[in-house]
């Protein structure tokens, strides 16, 4: 009998609880050798689409070595007018003398020749320091819109790899951990269901998830087919 309850959700992204399949693979194997104690890379860049993992990765690295985690996401007081806003630090400061430069979103870096010129100071602070450095994005280094042509350079040195998880095994896998995280039970039938009708993107696959999660709470059923189709068809 699978009974029902709302657990919270388990959101620490770790090297362990990360879901390895056949569009992540080199990612993942990329990522663990930056992080070992002996490892000798230093440098690293992943892209890929929305919700593939880019974050869960980088996240890991920085629990891994003790490095702090940077979002171009989240950086909305780096995009300030020229005048300087109370509270407001630059990118430089934020990150500080950290003990690794690991900054996610770089495609959201704004169109800006003083944000460029900050950002290449950066990497060659970290770089001849001997630093480990890794970034992610949405597209490949030469695709970036708004990077410095010689920081695009530097960052095809390094280890560069592509994640994309939209394949049905890869969806099928992350799902079933998608469902453990929030403790649901999920048939084969239920997942087959999902990869059928819901977008291919993990995002839109957790939004799914949730709305069958949500259902069966609300009225105290098991997750069985019947349940899952009514929280799709809503």
């Known amino acids: ?45 992943i892209y890929g689409p929305e919700g593939c993992g880019k974050t869960h990765l980088l996240t890991a690295i920085c629990d891994r070595i003790g490095a702090n985690y940077f979002s171009f996401r989240d950086a909305k007081e780096l995009y300030a007018a020229d005048v300087a806003t109370e509270g407001s630090m630059s990118l430089a400061e934020r990150v500080g003398d950290a003990t690794a430069l690991v900054l996610d979103d770089l495609h959201l870096l704004p169109d800006r020749q003083d944000f460029r010129v900050e950002l290449w100071e950066l990497f060659n602070r970290f770089y001849t320091a001997g630093k480990k450095i890794v970034m992610a994005g949405l597209m490949h280094p030469k695709e970036l819109p708004h990077l410095d042509g010689h920081l695009t350079s530097r960052l095809l040195w390094g280890l560069v790899a592509g994640m994309d998880v939209s394949d049905d095994e890869s969806r099928r896998m992350i799902l079933k951990k998608l469902a453990e995280d929030r403790h649901m039970l999920l048939s084969d039938e239920v997942v087959d269901q999902m990869l059928l009708r819901v977008r291919r993107d993990i995002p839109s696959l957790l939004y799914a998830l949730e709305g069958i999660n949500r259902l069966a709470i609300a009225t105290k059923r098991k997750i069985t087919l019947k349940l899952a189709k009514e929280a799709l068809d809503q």
């Open 1 to 45: 009998m699978q009974l029902i309850f709302d657990f919270p959700v388990v959101s620490r992204y770790s090297f362990e609880n990360f879901v390895v399949c056949g569009g992540n693979r080199t990612a993942y194997h990329f990522a663990t050798r930056l992080a070992s104690e002996d490892g000798t890379e230093n440098l690293l860049y």
